[in-house]
């Protein structure tokens, strides 16, 4: 797939390799981009051709090898099945909405999310919670917890990918589910814990739907906090606990990346 970097949106479904090993950057168009006979894939994706069709549709535009007939973008066949994997199916176009959750969102009114502190010393203990209330008939959600490190890059809860994995798959929510807590992260932070400003994001999805799409959202929610130094006593306790035990070492278990 490609995508815009700025937007997320999915621009072009997949690429397809033909028997003589020339590949087409998409399944809709017959422009042939490199062959994997004489190029590996990271060659084609980084060669000429490429580059200009990712120019192209990374400021929204349709390349030439896309402006046929064949092509379901450029014909507007906007009920394509295409357009559901790059646009959702809660889409205004199929809804007639932009707030095609808003019901949902409604039965969720009372859910939470929340951090034991606003300000977390190096070598405190930070805990993340959900706290989902459900009203009506029972709901199948993904469950998609972010972190936005200083530096700014997102990781995504409970491995620390930088690519979106769920959480949680297909939580059941509602019926007579009542009020579901989930604690998202507990742990003591690491002495290698970048300092600064973070920010930590839970979001609801359709269940195996593409979280990069806003219309497949059921419901969002944000909090920040900041991680300090460590106190200095007892930052000065640690380095002598450390001599001590044979030489400054410093455990990097957990470490976030």
Request: net charge neutral; glycine share 8%; charged share 25%.
């Amino acid at each position: 797939m490609i995508s815009d970097e700025h937007s997320t949106r999915v621009l072009a479904y997949q690429p397809i390799v033909q028997s003589d090993g020339s590949v087409n950057f998409c399944c809709f168009s017959s422009t042939t981009v490199g062959n994997v006979n004489e190029q590996s894939f990271q060659e084609i994706w980084n060669g000429s051709a490429m580059h200009e069709i990712r120019e192209s549709l990374s400021q929204g535009h349709l390349p030439a090898a896309c402006r046929s007939t064949s092509c379901p973008m450029f014909r507007g066949d906007d009920l394509h099945y295409l357009f559901d994997r790059m646009e959702g199916p809660h889409r205004f176009k199929r809804t007639g909405t932009h707030d095609p959750h808003r019901e949902i969102r409604q039965r969720l009114d009372g859910s939470e999310f929340s951090v034991n502190r606003r300000s977390v010393r190096v070598g405190g203990k930070l805990t993340i919670t959900v706290t989902l209330r459900m009203r009506g008939e029972p709901l199948a959600v993904d469950l998609f917890v972010s972190l936005r490190s200083p530096g700014g890059a997102l990781r995504f809860l409970p491995t620390f990918e930088d690519y979106a994995l769920p959480y949680r798959r297909s939580l059941q929510l509602g019926g007579r589910g009542g009020t579901i807590k989930v604690i998202v992260l507990d742990r003591r932070l690491e002495e290698t814990t970048p300092l600064g400003d973070y920010e930590v994001c839970a979001a609801l999805f359709d269940p195996d739907s593409n979280p990069n799409l806003l219309s497949n959202c059921f419901w969002a929610a944000s909090e920040t906090f900041t991680v300090e130094p460590a106190h200095p006593i007892v930052a000065w306790g640690r380095r002598m606990l450390a001599t001590c035990h044979g030489g400054n070492k410093v455990s990097h278990e957990g470490t976030w990346r």
